[in-house]
């Protein structure tokens, strides 16, 4: 593979990036710093679409609009994930904790009464 296949372009930018899936780039999402991030490939058609998008390029609405809507769904699909994932860690964590935490036991007197 040539070096510039293997670049990977990371915007924060969801209308460029829906441009971008709309004309049939997919994009990877990736955590970025609590954010998620869109990952595109660094190569010569990215680039000249992001110029295109520059010059305001004419789109059909409705299909740009979904496209919108959908990378929208993604998003909010992997900060769910991403929330969840690090709730489920804390638990863990809480669990690990609580688990070695002694208690101080009652003596058997107290325990009858």
């Known amino acids: 593979m040539k070096e510039e296949e293997k670049k990977e372009l990371k915007l924060l930018d969801i209308h460029l990036s829906a441009f971008l899936a709309h004309h049939g780039i997919e994009p990877s999402l990736e955590n970025q ?60 964590e809480n669990d690990l904790i609580t688990k070695y935490i002694t208690y101080p036991q009652k003596k058997q007197s107290e325990r009858n009464a």
């Open 33 to 92: 710093n609590g954010k998620v991030s869109f990952g595109f490939p660094a190569n010569e058609q990215v680039y000249k679409l992001m110029n295109k998008f520059n010059c305001d390029e004419k789109v059909p609405v409705a299909s740009f609009c979904t496209t919108l809507k959908t990378l929208r769904q993604n998003v909010n699909r992997k900060a769910r994930h991403l929330r969840h994932r690090e709730k489920s860690e804390k638990w863990k």
